[in-house]
């Protein structure tokens, strides 16, 4: 890979997981959004740079943070999905209408750490998930059009704040969940997606955090605060392999569907290509190591591969008023 252009960002990208969103439209140029405080700037494939606002705050002084923002690609419709402290704001691919706001539930006395949604995922063709700084999912059933977005069910698994939600990307082997779930403490919960969830295991954290996972041919590839990428096998949970990527915590996985290329950032500046494979004698899981780029003086904190196959990918880092894109050497 090589450094091909920065596309500009009227502000810059905060320290967030996985703060990057890009949209790959088929035969058009992708579309990207990076979040800053309480906003979300895009840089659509067709016409001008927009900025969508976090919503749920009373005043300008109270406008909420916002923790992520993602496209959702349903078979029917994709949906720009972004979480905050108050709630789940829904909108068009576009960002141009908004389709559906859900509040988050407060509770009265609330405890120690704030609340907020984070964590987005389309999954099982009609739904849409999004954590909750509760441990709880959201489950949100998306119709075919309109707005008559319902929350399907809450799965109440985890107990820490959900870091990430990942969906299947490839072919899941039989057995094998389509989604899983991170938190803060490490904690990964396999779930198989249908009319009512079901969960299927749990990986037990470690104390370290999972701040992004990803989920492709039955593999889970979890990124973790102490710089190491693990990976299991969605169906039984069993630990395939452990390798120390990076020498900080890292922020965002990507994962290619088509090749099962795996794109890695973190805090030490460094952004990782790796491939993921299935041993055609053994069936075991093995990582191979690809390219490693420097974004000299930047903590990594959002990296999206821009095509399914994984031959382009973008970076955003804390502080960085531009979005860098990278291509075939």
Known sequence: YRRERSLALRNSSSALYN??????????PPAFGAVHGTILSLLGSEGPPRQLQARGGGSALSTPLLTQAAWCE?????????????????YESDGSTMVFWHALDVPEHPAAHSAFARGIAAAGGRF????????AVLVFDIPPKGTNVTLNEVLEQHRDPITDIAAEQGQAPGG?????????????????????FTLLGQIPGSGCTCSSVRLWNGIVAAGYGDGQIRLWEAGSGRICAQVSAHARWI??????????????????????VWKLSRNADTDDIEIQHCHAECVTDTQVCG??????????FAVTGYDLSEILCYGPA
């Open 19 to 28: 703060n990057l969103a890009v949209l790959c439209p088929p035969a058009r």
């Open 74 to 90: 349903l078979p029917a419709r994709v949906l720009l999905v972004l979480t905050s402290q108050r709630g789940v704001q829904m």
């Open 128 to 135: 849409i998930c999004v954590g909750t700084s509760f441990g």
């Open 176 to 196: 094998a969940g389509d989604l899983v779930t991170a938190d803060d403490s490490g904690t990964l919960c396999l779930w198989s997606t249908g009319e009512e």
């Open 251 to 272: 922020y965002a996985l990507d994962l290619a569907p088509l090749t099962g290329k795996l794109l890695s950032g973190a805090e030490d500046s460094f952004v990782h």
């Open 303 to 312: 990296a999206r591969f821009c095509d399914p196959a994984g031959d382009t």
